[in-house]
């Protein structure tokens, strides 16, 4: 039923030959919405390119609307649906990071004589039916929150080309004020809990502008992390492995979709200033280690059969791509990273792809069956009337919230706010996902309550709901003030 129904929206003769029983228009206008909201899950995306073609089938449709003699294109609402999903499968990013349209069109502002006037613009956004994407589309900075001269100088801005990616930032990188903050008290071993208090302090002084800053403290608090006894007994083998000689073998239909993720993931990272051109490789490459790796420390895979597993496919992985970008290309740097942060307790809460290496019954993801039950738990305590809002409109934070977790924000949040969000994740505990996902949801309270009688509730949340929301210090604040209230039953029950 679901491969039909895409077939209707990207072939035109068979959405016409279905005019004699049904509005087609309809139907079309229908799916396409379908398509829209699917697409807004990355994995979703990337299957619906691999298998479907969307954009090529979307492109092909829309030239059919160009107008003979003139140019412009045919205003129709399957255009303007057509044209917004383009848009938004284009590229990644967050709020403003990115341009997407609307899809209103002005049909009012007519003349007397019943003619619409010579300037009237009944769409106010360009339609195309070609890559790439308009420039009206594109922003003029998309790494304006970005301290860029907190990026490596290969990476820096200049006058002309420069080499291609070297080593990650090293401790020559990271300011002097930084490091001798996290000394001054324990010396050259600083605890947990004076990393937290320092990392606190920053935040209020710009941290999440700074990459580099950033990674140093999740570095400084992996040190700390109470590690997995049994999967650091079985990963002793994958340790003492060059990067070079790890396989990298993974089933071949899934060799299309590594690739497609990672394009997307790259093209990101060089909107954002953090990477150069080629890194596609390199990312791929690093995404088929981890996936053998995580398997055989699972037990799923055997070591000298790498690729041959028995546990479910479970999407790309973004939070290893999102550590690519702060690692800024250094795929061995990012390696030496996962590998030690796959064998701390609790790093499947907020790494989906790491719970793989745990036994959950019927291989349920940890982010569904245990954080997801504990946002709703904390939210029906501490906001009622936004949880009452979610029953009376038919579906549950769990639905939005582990899309957002899924795919670590990208696409809802700008990066300076994901990669602060990833390493609150490190620094403040494993169970920092369940209070930071009650926060978002309590900044659009509001509109949450507004739009639960229009039933259009979930299409809007996995939109553009946060797209005015930052992880600003008062919203830290708020998520550590329910940590205090609730910590201690949300972490019995996440077994941390």
């Keep these: ?74 205003v129709t609402a399957a255009s303007v649906e057509r044209n917004r999903i383009l848009v938004a499968t284009a590229n990644v990013g967050g709020p403003t990071e990115r341009i997407l349209p609307d899809c209103f069109i002005d049909d009012v502002h007519w003349s007397k004589t019943g003619k619409a006037p ?97 990674l140093y403290f999740m570095t400084q608090a992996l040190d700390h992390l109470p590690m997995n006894e049994k999967l650091e007994s079985v990963a002793t083998d994958y340790k003492r492995m060059p990067y070079e000689d790890l396989h990298d073998i993974v089933p071949p239909d899934l060799i299309p979709f590594y690739r497609h993720g990672s394009e997307l993931a790259v093209r990101y990272g060089i909107g954002l200033g953090m990477l150069e051109t080629g890194g596609v490789t390199a990312l791929n490459e690093l995404m088929r280690k981890l996936y053998n790796y995580l398997h055989y420390v699972s037990g799923s895979s055997d070591a000298t059969s790498p690729g041959v597993v028995t546990i479910p496919f479970q999407g790309y992985d973004w939070f290893a791509a999102s550590m690519f970008l702060l690692h ?3 795929a061995r740097r990012c390696w030496k990273f996962l590998n030690a ?50 029953q009376l409109s038919g579906c549950t934070p769990a639905q939005v919230c582990q899309q957002w977790m899924l795919q670590c924000f990208w696409n809802y ?12 994740c490190l620094v403040l505990g494993a169970d920092f996902p369940v209070y930071f ?10 509109q949450i309550i507004e739009r639960t009688p229009k039933q259009d509730l979930l299409a809007w949340l996995k939109e553009r709901c946060l797209a005015r ?28």
């Design 1 to 74: 039923m679901q491969q039909d129904l895409f077939k209707i929206a990207l072939d035109e003769e068979l959405t016409a030959s279905l005019g004699n029983t049904f509005n087609f228009r309809e139907i079309e206008l229908c799916v396409l919405r379908l398509i829209g909201l699917a697409s807004t899950s990355l994995d979703s995306l990337i299957l619906l390119e691999q298998h479907y073609g969307l954009r090529t089938a979307l492109l092909q449709m829309q030239s059919k609307l160009v107008l003979d003699g003139r140019r412009g294109m045919e």
């Design 118 to 214: 010579k300037d009237h613009r009944p769409y106010r956004w360009p339609l195309f039916h070609t890559d790439p994407v308009p420039e009206e589309y594109n922003p003029t900075l998309m790494c304006a929150e970005l301290d860029v001269a907190n990026l490596r100088p290969q990476l820096r801005p200049g006058p002309g080309p420069g080499p291609g990616p070297g080593p990650g930032p090293g401790p020559g990188d990271v300011p002097r004020r930084l490091k001798s903050k996290l000394m001054v008290i324990d010396g050259l071993n600083p605890s947990l809990g004076h990393i937290s208090k320092v990392f606190m302090e920053e935040i209020a002084n710009g941290l999440r502008r700074r990459p580099s800053d950033v």
């Design 328 to 330: 800024q290309g250094d």
């Design 341 to 390: 942060l796959a064998r701390t307790k609790g790093a499947e809460l907020f790494w989906p792809q790491r719970s793989l290496a745990t036994d959950h019954a019927e291989f349920i993801s940890p982010i569904f069956s245990l954080t997801a039950h504990c946002i709703e738990m904390v939210l029906q305590d501490a906001l009622p009337r936004l949880s009452s809002a979610f």
């Design 413 to 424: 949040l700008n990066w300076p706010d994901i990669q602060l969000y990833l390493a609150c």
């Design 437 to 446: 996902c009650v926060a978002a949801l309590r900044s659009v309270q509001k």
């Design 469 to 496: 929301f930052r992880l600003t210090p008062d919203v830290l604040s708020y998520a550590r003030l329910l940590q205090e209230l609730y910590g201690f039953q949300v972490r019995k029950i996440l077994q941390i």
